[in-house]
């Protein structure tokens, strides 16, 4: 079984193939053992509290060639356990927003460390987060960097919410 097919293979050595780049260091060290398999099921934890719904940015009327250091607005709906609603936000970029939008739910989340790296398919982003009390690694896996850096802080507040 080669390691492309191998979803068992150590979880830095798949990495390493698919993407030509280490785990951020911290997270190469908490995951050093683990399959791929157990890898993303640990830092790529979509069940939770908190889901996603629905995202956008809001400012069609601005093209991104014209964009300058001013706030963009999104918009999104967020479950939190069964309470389901929709936030509108100005931020500086989306990570920025879907962090207004959490706090605004009561969920903190402070982002200590991004990562976000491409291979030819998809995009992987890494991000260690804190509640102020203890930090977790999170992974978020998307065609689109966008969305896999809002699926990585998503999974990191549940992380952090476990």
């Known amino acids: 079984m080669t390691i492309l097919s191998d979803r068992h293979c150590v979880a830095a050595a798949w990495f390493g193939h698919h993407f030509g780049a280490a785990l951020p260091r911290g997270l190469r060290e908490e995951a050093d053992a683990m399959?791929?398999?157990n890898f993303v099921a640990t830092y790529s934890h979509?069940?939770?509290?908190?889901?996603l719904g629905h995202w956008a940015c809001t400012d069609t009327e601005r093209p991104a060639?014209?964009?300058?250091?001013e706030a963009r607005n999104f918009r999104a709906t967020i479950a939190v356990g069964d309470h389901?609603?929709?936030?509108?936000?100005?931020a500086s970029g989306?990570?920025?927003?879907l962090t207004a939008m959490?706090?605004?739910?009561g969920v903190t989340l402070e982002t200590?460390?991004?990562h976000q790296m491409r291979?030819?398919?998809t995009t992987a982003t890494f991000i260690r987060g804190t509640n102020g009390i203890r930090a977790e690694w999170a992974m978020g896996w998307s065609e689109d960097p966008t969305q896999s850096a809002l699926r990585a802080v998503i999974a990191c507040a549940n992380r952090l919410l476990a």
């Open 35 to 37: 399959s791929w398999e």
């Open 46 to 51: 979509t069940a939770g509290p908190l889901r």
């Open 112 to 114: 200590l460390t991004f």
């Open 102 to 105: 959490l706090h605004d739910r």
């Open 65 to 69: 060639g014209r964009l300058g250091p």
């Open 94 to 97: 989306p990570i920025a927003a």
């Open 119 to 121: 291979s030819a398919a």
């Open 84 to 90: 389901i609603s929709t936030s509108t936000t100005a």
